[in-house]
C-alpha cells in the first residue's frame, strides 16, 4: 500500500555512468516533484510535473533529464555522473487544490565513486 | 542570506518536555506554511500545514506563523522519545499553478527518557 514508492533505494556507481531512478506514486495525484538532499540534509526542489507536463525547472545541469509518461510515474534520468551529484534523491506528489500537501517516497541515496 | 532560516540544533529535551521548533525567512510572497518530520534514512513526512497568520492545533502539536514578524514555530506537547527526528520548515507562495516548496535546513531533536 505504498503511496509515493522511488527504485533503487541505494545506487553506487562509477563516475561517467549514465543511471535512472524511478517513482510511481498510487494517490491519483496531478503534480510530482524530484528533489534533492545533499549531505547537510538541505532539501531542494529540481522539477515538477503537472499531469506529465514541466512546470518547474529549477537551476539543474542538463545531465538530469525528468520523464513522465504518465500522471502517477516520473522518473530522472542522470547522464555523465559526477561525485557531486552523490546525495539522496526524493520524489514526491500532491493533489490538484490542495496548496503543498506534498507527500514524498522513501528516497533514492545515490553514491558516486 | 538563505530565504529560510532554521537552527539546525541538536536539540535535547527529556520526556515529557515542551518543545519548540522555529524558523525565519525572508520572502513575504510566502502564504503556507508546513512542517515536515524526518526520521533517519526516510522521507520527510508532512505534520500540519497553515494558511497565513494564525495557529492550528493537532494533537500534540501546534503550528504558530506570525506573517508580520515573518516568524513561523512547531510547538510539540509532552514529547516523546518517537518524537526524535529532523523537523523540516517549508513554505511557498502558491501561484495557483507551481507548489514550488522552499525548505528550511531542518532541526534535529532528541528526546531522551
Known amino acids: 500500500d505504498t503511496a509515493v514508492s522511488q527504485t533503487p533505494k541505494y545506487l553506487v556507481t562509477q563516475m561517467g555512468n549514465d543511471k535512472s531512478i524511478k517513482c510511481e506514486q498510487n494517490?491519483?495525484?496531478?503534480?510530482m516533484y524530484w528533489y534533492k538532499q545533499d549531505s547537510k540534509k538541505f532539501l531542494k526542489i529540481m522539477f515538477s510535473y503537472n499531469n506529465k507536463e514541466l512546470i518547474i525547472n529549477e537551476t539543474v545541469p542538463n545531465r538530469f533529464s525528468p520523464k513522465s509518461p504518465d500522471k502517477a510515474h516520473l522518473n530522472l534520468h542522470i547522464n555523465s555522473l559526477e561525485l557531486g551529484d552523490s546525495a539522496v534523491y526524493f520524489c514526491?506528489?500532491?493533489?490538484?487544490?490542495?496548496?503543498?500537501?506534498?507527500?514524498f517516497g522513501p528516497g533514492t541515496r545515490l553514491t558516486v565513486l | 542570506q538563505k530565504e529560510v532560516e532554521q537552527d539546525p540544533g541538536p536539540l535535547s529535551v527529556p520526556e515529557g518536555a515542551i518543545v519548540s521548533l522555529n524558523c525565519t525567512y525572508s520572502?513575504?510572497?510566502?502564504?503556507?506554511f508546513m512542517w515536515y518530520r524526518q526520521y533517519s534514512r526516510k522521507g520527510p513526512e508532512l505534520l500540519m500545514y497553515t494558511y497565513s497568520s494564525g495557529n492550528k492545533e493537532d494533537g500534540r502539536f501546534t503550528a504558530q506563523v506570525d506573517k508580520s514578524s515573518k516568524y513561523i514555530s512547531l510547538f510539540i506537547r509532552d514529547s516523546q522519545p518517537s518524537d526524535s527526528a529532523t523537523y523540516l520548515c517549508a513554505m511557498n507562495p502558491y501561484t495557483g499553478t507551481a507548489s514550488k516548496l522552499t525548505f528550511g535546513t531542518g532541526t534535529r531533536l532528541q528526546v531522551t527518557l
Open positions: 514526491a506528489s500532491s493533489p490538484r487544490g490542495t496548496p503543498d500537501t506534498q507527500y
Open positions: 520572502n513575504s510572497a510566502f502564504q503556507y
Open positions: 494517490l491519483g495525484h496531478d503534480t
